[in-house]
């Protein structure tokens, strides 16, 4: 199905939605452009999108498109993010997850967004993420802005967070997604690191914690949180995308990741459609430590296995998914039969994205001064 046989996962997509009749407060505006400016610089000339192309509503359809006719990838993970306090449908929406899973059953998995400060309401969505929407994990994030500030969502927080937590278990939820190390605009950073995840893995062991973003910052500590709790994973999105345009990067981080917590809990991601997964996939395979890296870090050589693991098969037993039970399930699909004579041009399926229309030169609007210390990060 993939290069060499591999099957291939994305453990982060997403369905955007960046334009100005969705947003909340005119710092979205900042994000989203914040956003493409990482799209463009994390993307080859062949895959790299106008502006005016990216800050789009992508619809669930187009994101089948591109995962599955575009790229060699056989399954993928929708996270929705819960940030409606900048977005009126909270930048990638439920809704559009639920649509994408219903459209591909066999090739996806769907993670609900939570938003702890919503208390016992949130509590409450979690059971009904549990019982009726069956999703494979929720998603946290790290901080929201109210009232002109940015208020931090730490996972060791024992009477906000670990309720939540709680009650995923209860519903047989195994695992809990939280957005780290990357901060958009004005905030305290401290926000993003990853102190607060110990606590959490320890008090649940049962449940799997993935750390997003894991090694755009703070790699030290994200390796040493795989060498210290088995069930702590490092979620690649974006962080893959580094391999494309700053290869020396991304070899420090991987290697780092792989030489203290091992190659079992690497979950290889995107974010499409953040960037375009297929050269981030062909880039990966290819993929080989610097020489002196290997002798002078004692980096492992990237063997085929390593790498079948992170692309795929890490995901996979993580969410307890058996890939030739998926494989079956593929063949002969439209996806399948689409691919069997090649993948499609890149962003085919931008074609039937309507597109916002050029922003204003300069400064978009003026951000009041409340909502100029806070931050909200796209993905």
């Known amino acids: 199905m993939t290069h060499q046989g591999v099957f291939i996962a ?15 407060i005119p710092l979205a505006q900042d994000f989203a452009e914040a956003s493409y400016r990482l799209h463009s610089r994390m993307s080859d000339d062949r895959h790299r999108l106008t502006q005016d192309e990216y800050i789009s509503d992508w619809q669930p359809e187009q994101l089948a498109e591109l995962m ?5 990838t056989d399954f993928a993970v929708y996270h929705a993010v819960p940030l409606d306090d900048y977005y009126k449908d909270g930048l990638i929406s439920i809704d559009k997850g639920i649509r994408f899973r219903a459209d591909n059953p066999h090739r ?100 799997n914690f993935e750390v997003v973003h894991a090694g755009m910052a703070f790699t030290e500590e994200t390796a040493f949180l795989l060498a210290r709790h088995p069930n702590v994973y490092a979620n690649l999105e974006v962080t893959s995308t580094l391999i494309v345009n700053q290869p020396r990067r991304f070899a420090e981080v991987l290697g780092q990741l792989l030489y203290w917590g091992g190659p079992d809990r690497i979950l290889f991601a995107t974010g499409a459609h953040f960037v375009h997964p297929q050269p981030v996939i062909e880039a990966f395979w290819n993929f080989q430590f610097p020489e002196e890296f290997i002798t002078g870090y004692g980096y492992p050589r990237l063997t085929d296995e390593i790498k079948a693991k992170i ?35 890149p962003w085919t399926s931008r074609r039937s994205v309507r597109a916002q229309q050029p922003p204003p030169k300069g400064r978009a609007a003026a951000v009041p001064a409340d909502d100029a210390r806070t931050l909200g990060a796209p993905a």
């Not at 039969?337 to 499609?344: C, E, I, K, V």
């Open 10 to 24: 994305d453990a982060v997509v997403h369905c955007y939605n960046w334009l100005r009749e969705n947003h909340r």
């Open 68 to 72: 599955f006719a575009e790229s060699d």
């Open 108 to 207: 996806t998995a769907l993670y609900g967004n939570v938003n702890p400060l919503d208390t016992v309401r949130a509590t409450e969505l979690v059971e009904y993420y549990g019982q009726e929407l069956k999703v494979d994990g929720i998603k946290i994030y790290p901080v929201r802005y109210h009232s002109g500030r940015s208020l931090q969502i730490a996972l060791d927080d024992r009477k906000l967070v670990f309720p939540i937590i709680e009650a995923a278990a209860a519903q047989g939820i195994r695992t809990v997604a939280v957005h780290k190390a990357i901060p958009f605009g004005r905030t305290a950073q401290s926000y993003y690191r990853v102190d607060d995840i110990d606590e959490a893995a320890a008090a649940f062991p049962e449940l």
């Open 311 to 345: 692309l795929g098969a890490n995901l996979m037993r993580m969410l307890g998914r058996d890939i030739d039970d998926i494989k079956a399930r593929a063949a002969g699909d439209q996806w399948d039969q689409r691919r069997a004579d090649g993948l499609d041009e």
